[in-house]
């Protein structure tokens, strides 16, 4: 319930902030999400802490979209990926201490309570920190609210960089009033470059899911049960260790995301995943039933340790900052919520069904499934992804104009210096 209240955050999100602002969307997430967590903690059945989930749920997809745009659009280009990345960063640090608060709190009295309860703390102090926090500068200009956009502006850049960024977001302002004013679900269809642009976005979100990370997050202590250790206390301790270095490997990626690019880091992240996986079937396959702690056991736990260490940096940020800045200003809230809900969906088909699959062809063979699935995302990263790394927002624009109309749209060859930097 917690991942519909996430899809269907996600969906109403995008609309949210391009009509309300960024600021407005991340309070009120965290509102939602706080009332999500004292309605769980209070719970008297277990149908109002399925309501609990699904606030949470709401509050956790709203901010998915949010966060990444609002990060994103006060960045200078030349550090975008890197901070984008940091909200990555943030969620993968959470979901390690989320680990510690559960054990922290497993001898105390009304455990679960408390485990859940404890969630709304991290809400209110964004709140209130939020509140000291000015607008994204892009919506402000694009609400023709200039004066409080170039304020906002001016304690990022410096006065030359300034005056750039002002032409920039006049010039992105003057085409959006030539357009319609407001952009409906069904338009992001109906224009080439806005399609290519999404497709591109879904896919990574879907790929993102579909090679298999959350799996490993929720199941890793099963996972490490089904290779053998049959020690629960084993299985945890295995399980904090993946989420440890789960959060160290986005730390890295938060440094080569601007470095290497992002198109780079999504193939180097993808091929060392196909590896992992593999290594995760193989040990599956040779494990023989009863036998526990053996050499296949082991096996099975380096896989996984691989798996994180090559996803963490790449597949972790890159598809969440790619889709903060590939869209157009007018778009940018509409398609990164569209997107954050395929993420969303894509997570609950492969939470709901891992675990069956498992049982019924299985564990190495779903995982060699996985396997298939990050060799066809690295097809489709090769031949829909753009690099983006260091452009402006207004050239990605470009890039997307030229795939789609090609040497008829009048412009340089964003996409020839996209495709060599790659």
């Known amino acids: 319930m917690a991942l519909v209240g996430a899809m269907i955050g996600a969906a109403s999100g995008g609309w949210i902030n391009d009509a309300y602002g960024r600021k407005k969307a991340t309070l009120l997430a965290d509102v939602v999400f706080t009332a999500g967590a004292i309605v769980m903690a209070a719970a008297p059945d277990p149908y109002v802490l399925i309501l609990g989930r699904l606030l949470v749920g709401l509050g956790v997809g709203t901010a ?135 497709l591109a976005g879904a896919g990574l979100q879907a790929f993102q899911q579909f090679t298999g990370i959350n799996t490993v997050m929720y199941y890793s202590p099963t996972i490490v049960q089904m290779a053998g250790f049959n020690s629960n206390q084993l ?4 399980s904090l260790i993946v989420a440890a270095m789960n ?50 056991g082991w096996l099975a736990v380096i896989g996984l340790a691989l798996y994180i260490a090559f996803f963490a940096p790449g597949m972790g940020p890159v598809p969440w900052t790619v889709n903060s ?62 690099e983006t790394k260091g452009l402006t927002f207004v050239e990605v624009e470009r890039i997307w104009k030229e795939r789609a109309w090609g040497s008829s749209y009048n412009t340089e060859s964003l996409l020839e210096h996209g495709n060599e930097s790659a």
């Not at 550090?79 to 989320?98: A, D, H, P, Y």
């Not at 299985?235 to 295995?238: G, I, K, P, V």
């Not at 995301?257 to 599956?284: C, E, M, P, T, W």
């Open 235 to 238: 299985a945890l301790l295995l």
């Open 64 to 198: 998915s979209v949010t966060a990444p745009v609002y990060i994103a659009e006060a960045s200078p280009s030349e550090v975008r990926g890197g901070l984008v990345s940091t909200n990555v960063l943030m969620i993968t640090g959470g979901q390690f201490l989320s680990y510690l608060v559960n054990l922290a709190f497993t001898q105390v009295r009304g455990t679960w309570r408390w485990m859940l309860g404890v969630s709304a703390v991290p809400a209110v102090i964004q709140f209130f920190l939020m509140l000291c926090l000015p607008e994204s500068p892009r919506w402000l200009f694009m609400k023709n609210e200039k004066d409080k956009a170039i304020a906002v502006l001016s304690k990022i850049y410096d006065i030359a960089r300034l005056e750039d960024e002002v032409d920039h977001l006049s010039a992105a302002l003057e085409e959006e009033q030539q357009r319609k004013n407001t952009v409906r679900y069904l338009d992001v269809f109906r224009t080439k470059e806005i399609r290519l642009a999404f």
């Open 247 to 296: 959060a160290g490997g986005t730390v890295v990626g938060i440094y080569l995301i601007d470095h290497f690019g992002r198109k780079k880091l999504a193939l180097s992240s993808l091929s060392g995943v196909i590896v992992s996986l593999v290594i995760l079937a193989g040990a599956f396959f040779a494990e023989t039933p009863g036998s526990s702690n053996g050499i296949y």
């Open 325 to 386: 800045e590939i869209y157009p200003e007018q778009y940018r809230g509409i398609c990164g919520g569209m997107s954050a809900t395929v993420n969303w969906i894509s997570n609950l088909i492969v939470a709901q069904t891992f675990l069956t699959i498992a049982e019924a062809v299985g564990t190495g063979v779903t995982f060699l499934i996985l396997a298939g699935i990050a060799l066809l995302a690295v097809v489709f990263v090769i031949v829909y992804v753009p």
